[in-house]
């Protein structure tokens, strides 16, 4: 089976590359870096699997998922993850990814698990999200990436700003924006603000600060 990596590094790609030397039957055809267009490189390798490591910045990844679907729409995709939250799952199930492994396990159990994904012997099935109404509070459809980016929105912190503040793209901030309006039925980030301050979620956002500041 044709593998191609997609991730933030040499390294990180490298990093999968070995522990796939434990599936014998996958073979490595390169790599490609998640923080530029995939879709041409990835349709042009025409790999059976995909694995997708977008280190912590898991937005990029997410999108750069999507993408690659489209241009491949029988290949097994396989996300890498920092950890194995419902909401991330959720999400990943939602871009086309067709299972996830937590990055902490063992190479060899990485390995092992995309052979087996490959090979079309495990499934992860996503569990669904409660549906966004009036009567939901926030903190029980967004994720906690989600929560703190609506809180430096509704703060008045610009895309470049919020993306420095978390250490992330700009890209990765419009993509848990867009699932903030999604999920809570709004059109815009001057709804979104609103929303933030009817809610208190700015004053939980500045308590929280004050005690990290007094401790």
């Known amino acids: 089976m044709r593998v191609l990596i997609v991730a933030s590094d040499a390294p990180a790609a490298e990093a999968v590359r070995r522990a796939l030397r434990y599936a014998p039957s996958c073979r490595v ?7 530029r267009p995939c879709a041409g490189p990835v349709a042009e390798a025409r790999p059976d699997v995909v ?19 489209a241009a491949l729409p029988k290949a097994k ?17 939602g871009a086309g990814i067709d299972a996830a492994i937590d990055k902490t396990a ?10 087996e994904i490959a090979a079309g012997h495990v499934f992860h099935f996503a569990p669904a999200r409660p549906a966004p109404a009036e009567q939901v509070p926030a903190a029980a459809v967004l994720t906690c990436r989600e929560l703190e980016i609506l ?18 793209t700009e890209q990765t901030v419009k993509f848990h924006l867009s699932n903030v309006y999604r999920k809570l ?3 815009n980030r001057t709804e979104a603000a609103h929303y933030a301050h009817v809610n208190g979620l700015t004053e939980q956002r500045f308590a929280r600060d004050r005690s990290t500041a007094a401790a």
């Open 29 to 35: 055809i390169g790599w490609v870096d998640v923080r």
């Open 51 to 69: 694995v997708l490591d977008g280190g912590r910045d898991e937005g990029t990844v997410l999108i750069q998922a999507r993408e690659v679907r």
């Open 77 to 93: 995709l396989v996300l890498l993850a920092e950890a194995l939250d419902a909401g991330l799952l959720a999400d990943a199930a």
């Open 106 to 115: 063992s190479p060899a159990g990485v390995g092992m698990l995309v052979r």
């Open 151 to 168: 809180r430096h929105a509704a703060a008045g912190l610009s895309n470049s700003r919020i993306a420095a503040e978390l250490w992330v």
């Open 185 to 187: 039925g709004l059109s």
